[in-house]
């Protein structure tokens, strides 16, 4: 039994006929619209082939086949050939107030038998100090390199 019907227009097929053979454009998206191409049940299709067929031609999976057909139902041409963007929505830890904390704690001395600040110990006084409740070294980097702070820099402080 057969979810889901890929049936594309003319203007469609053309459009995806052009993008497989003309350009740049990356791999999986090229390799969608040949999914798309070859499960086309249209009026506009010679021949059909089948899930196997076509995985087996294109080097895929029978599961990314039935992915991109139902993206193309269900959300439409554009989002079956670049995939959806995500929803999920990242919390940012390090807003500019403990940024500034940060700095001036990178500019400081270091702690007594450290010759310099590393991104560990940074973190972990900025917890201690309460700047912030908890931050991942990763993070301290990521702020330091914004501002050519960091460490590893030669001509830092």
Not at 118 to 138: F, G, K, Q, T
Request: charged share 30%; aromatic share 6%; net charge positive.
């Amino acid at each position: 039994m057969k979810k889901y019907s890929v049936t594309l227009t003319e203007e469609e097929r053309d459009f995806l006929n052009e993008m497989t053979s003309k350009g740049k454009h990356r791999s999986q998206k090229v390799l969608n619209a040949l999914t798309l191409l070859a499960c086309d049940e249209g009026k506009y299709q010679n021949s059909r082939s089948t899930n196997a067929e076509i995985s087996k031609v294109l080097n895929t999976s029978m599961r990314k086949i039935d992915r991109v057909k139902k993206r193309f139902v269900t959300q439409g041409l554009d989002v079956a050939l670049n995939g959806k963007k995500s929803d999920r929505v990242y919390e940012k830890k390090a807003d500019g107030d403990f940024e500034a904390h940060l700095i001036s704690l990178s500019c400081s001395s270091p702690p007594e038998g450290y010759a310099r600040w590393s991104l560990r110990l940074l973190a972990d006084r900025a917890v201690e100090l309460n700047y912030i409740d908890n931050i991942s070294y990763e993070t301290v980097r990521r702020v330091l390199k914004k501002t050519n702070l960091s460490p590893g820099r030669k001509n830092s402080g």
